[in-house]
């Protein structure tokens, strides 16, 4: 079955840690997405790529980082710099145009 | 800038009480609006796509309308598997390349039996 799968579904993160969330795709898109979910707030972006090795900045890109080696992979690493991470993080691809972003089933990160 | 206003932000109905939902929009040049269905805890689900103004799409309960200022999602005799948040997005003209989604807040539907 073609789709995007996310890992883990939980994360726990210790002060001044560093964690990353999976995100793979088997849909052949090209573009690959991160958003942030937050009670009472829309989805809103973290980071996107439209080609592997090339990756812009969302709307709330500090604290985070990225990298996009792979087609199908776009991991999204949660710094120590990100002082609130507490949240639900969603995946998303397309193909480049106006296409509509499919999304996978989410992390929720908790900080300890 | 773009911007999505959803509403109402919650709503209760009855099983088979008919209603619509409500997404007005302000954006540069719309390439596209999108309805999604997200469940708690789960990754939002793709509903519809909407390019232009007067198009429509329906799927079973569900129809999905446009103007040039605003969405509506009408739900036609909901059952209560249809309770769950839907979420509106549109894409605007692209900004140095972005395909980004604005997203509104989201709109709460709890159907009851």
């Known amino acids: 079955d073609g789709g995007i799968t996310q890992s883990p579904k939980y994360l726990f993160r210790k002060e001044g840690q560093n964690v990353t969330l999976s995100c793979e795709q088997n849909?052949?898109?090209?573009?690959m997405y991160w958003y942030r979910q937050d009670p009472g707030q829309g989805l809103r972006l973290i980071y996107y790529?439209?080609?592997?090795?090339?990756?812009q900045k969302g709307d709330i890109a500090e604290g985070y980082s990225v990298s996009r080696e792979k087609k199908e992979s776009f991991p999204l690493t949660v710094t120590s710099a990100q002082k609130n991470p507490t949240a639900f993080y969603l995946c998303?691809?397309?193909?480049?145009?106006?296409?509509?972003?499919?999304f996978g089933p989410g992390t929720r990160l908790l900080v300890l | 800038e773009d911007q999505v206003t959803q509403s109402p932000e919650a709503l209760r109905l009855q099983e088979g009480e008919s209603s619509s939902l409500n997404c007005s929009y302000t954006v540069s040049g719309l390439r596209g609006l999108f309805w999604y269905r997200q469940d708690p805890g789960k990754g939002p689900e793709f509903l519809f796509t909407l390019y232009s103004a007067g198009e429509e799409k329906e799927k079973e309960r569900l129809k999905a309308t446009l103007t040039k200022k605003e969405s509506f999602l009408h739900i036609t005799a909901p059952k209560p598997e249809d309770s769950a948040t839907y979420l509106c997005a549109v894409q605007g003209e692209t900004q140095g390349g972005s395909e980004k989604l604005v997203f509104g807040k989201g709109m709460k539907l709890t159907v009851n039996p």
């Open positions: 790529s439209q080609i592997v090795n090339d990756f």
């Open positions: 849909l052949n898109h090209d573009a």
């Open positions: 998303a691809s397309s193909t480049v145009g106006r296409e509509t972003q499919y």
